[in-house]
């Protein structure tokens, strides 16, 4: 085979270890990058996983890919489009460069997503890595929200039409719903005007942004002395190793296989492009990108505005908030907290499988809480009146938990977590993949 993975690693290891050796400019700047030493605790691969070091390269990635196509594509509504065909057939490598910024746009979010899992079930949010946390949250959205607004660069039929019904959602937020959609939009419509706000937010604003708040991340990383780990090896007896060779080593293996993954499946899977826009023709059925698939399906069982924003918000708070609660006491970095932790988890991961798919199921043939309540607005007999029910059975179901297993507060943050992420991947995977016409709930085919 041409490119030959085993010798790749070899020769990267023997270029660690050389670099160890003799001190240089790229001594220097992976030492800007890393402390000297770091815990011998912390090169645990299933510490960590190396996720966050993936998330990043990504991002280099991204930036590269990104400012490569930056040279030909054109943010207009005639030239966009012509502009993608145009690095798909005639540029040199073209179409290798726009899959790899397509695909390692997509895994970025996968890995951020499992880096947050990470964090939070090695309980790394708690100080000095609470303040962290929230950057996180903060970087996470960041990372959804350049993918969202280069996914409508393309300028095909489904990437206009899932701007449109994303942007869409907007307009149920409360008071200034309306204005928000507007502002995004430059307009009433998804136009030019569209397009050339979110070409500036994709390659100028976001990245920024993006950039800044990572400087500040790894920073607060570094104060907090490295990556999590078990109490009893970080207290007292700390073991530490130098960073060059023993964590560049690993951050090489990690990256280098990374990037193996993501350049076969640039090499083997095209980024898709359909027709050209029509804003006069909309398929059917239109979806929003897969990660707002979920939003997209709550709107199908909820009043909009429960939806779109008080959901959202309630999670949101959730999630910006559970970190400043009193703490049961502290395992740092023992995944799933304690062993009741770990069944707690997966009792909740299994229940919300079961318990979301009925609902789904229940909200598309059974339930009609409009028609059963007709005299109530439809904010309240199909938005907060149902909510409350759900909320009521689950914080009953919580609490009989907590008592019957005797678990803690950190034992119930698993179980609320665990819920709320299965709960909203069940809904992500219904809208993508078993909503045909019309939205109609169908077995996929
Ligand atoms: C985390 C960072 C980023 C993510 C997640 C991301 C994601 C995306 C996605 C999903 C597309 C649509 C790709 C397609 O299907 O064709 C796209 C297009 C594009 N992006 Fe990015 N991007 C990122 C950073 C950047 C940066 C930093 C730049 C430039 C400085 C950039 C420039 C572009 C350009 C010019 C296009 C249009 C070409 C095309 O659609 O193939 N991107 N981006
Ligand atoms: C573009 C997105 C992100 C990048 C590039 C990134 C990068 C990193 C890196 C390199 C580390 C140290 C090594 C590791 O844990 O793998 C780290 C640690 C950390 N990250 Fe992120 N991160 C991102 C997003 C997030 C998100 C979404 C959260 C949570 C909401 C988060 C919370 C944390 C916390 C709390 C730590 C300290 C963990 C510990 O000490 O064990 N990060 N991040």
Do not use: C
């Not at 008071?175 to 050339?196: H, P």
């Not at 920073?219 to 190793?241: D, H, L, M, Y």
């Not at 062993?339 to 009609?368: Q, Y």
């Not at 938005?383 to 009521?392: D, E, N, Q, S």
């Amino acid at each position: 085979m041409f490119f030959n993975f085993t010798q790749a690693i070899h020769s990267a290891i023997t270029w660690v270890k050389e670099m160890n050796k003799k001190p240089s400019f790229l001594h220097s700047l992976i030492l800007l990058l890393h402390p000297e030493k770091v815990r011998a605790g912390s090169l645990v691969f299933r510490r960590t996983f190396g996720l966050g070091g993936m998330a990043l390269l990504l991002f280099v990635i991204q930036v590269i890919t990104g400012i490569l196509l930056r040279f030909v594509y054109e943010p207009t509504p005639n030239g966009a489009y012509d502009s993608i065909l145009f690095i798909r057939s005639e540029v040199i490598f073209g179409e290798l460069v726009r899959n790899l910024h397509h695909w390692s746009g997509m895994l970025i979010i996968l890995i951020v997503f499992l880096h947050l899992l990470r964090v939070f079930y090695t309980q790394a949010y708690y100080p000095p890595r609470r303040f962290n946390w929230i950057i996180g949250i903060f970087l996470f959205i960041l990372t959804i929200l350049l993918n969202f607004t280069g996914y409508l660069l393309p300028w095909d039929q489904l990437s206009y039409w899932a701007i449109t019904v994303s942007t869409n959602m907007l307009e149920y937020i409360p008071l200034f719903g309306e204005w928000l959609k507007t502002a995004v939009r430059g307009g009433a419509e998804v136009d030019g005007s569209t397009l050339i706000i979110f070409y500036n937010l994709h390659t100028g604003l976001l990245p920024i942004l993006l950039t800044m708040l990572l400087v500040l991340h790894f920073w607060k990383v570094r104060k907090a002395g490295g990556v999590i780990v078990p109490a009893e090896k970080g207290q007292g007896k700390q073991v530490f190793v130098k960073s060059i060779p023993h964590l560049l080593k690993r951050e090489v293996a990690v990256g280098l296989s990374l990037m193996a993954i993501l350049l076969l499946l640039a090499i083997f899977a095209n980024a898709p492009l359909l027709e050209r826009a029509d804003p006069a023709f909309s398929p059917n059925p239109v979806k929003a990108p897969w990660y707002f698939a979920g939003i997209q399906e709550l709107l199908l069982h909820f009043h909009p505005t429960v939806a779109v924003f008080v959901i959202p918000l309630l999670v949101m708070a959730w999630l910006f908030s559970f970190p400043y609660l009193k703490t049961a006491g502290r395992y740092p970095a023992v995944w799933f907290y304690t062993e009741k932790g770990f069944r707690l988890t997966i009792a909740a991961a299994l229940f919300s499988l079961l318990i979301t798919s009925a609902a789904v199921i229940a909200g598309e043939f059974l339930v009609n809480w409009q028609a059963w309540l007709p005299a109530w607005p439809e904010f309240i007999s199909n938005g907060i009146f149902p909510l409350l029910i759900w909320v009521l059975l689950l914080s009953s179901l919580t609490w009989g938990l907590k008592r019957k297993y005797r678990a803690n507060r950190n034992e119930m943050f698993l179980w609320i977590f665990t819920y709320l992420v299965m709960a909203y991947l069940v809904l992500m995977f219904t809208g993508i993949f078993f909503r045909g016409p019309g939205m109609a709930l169908e077995w996929p085919g």
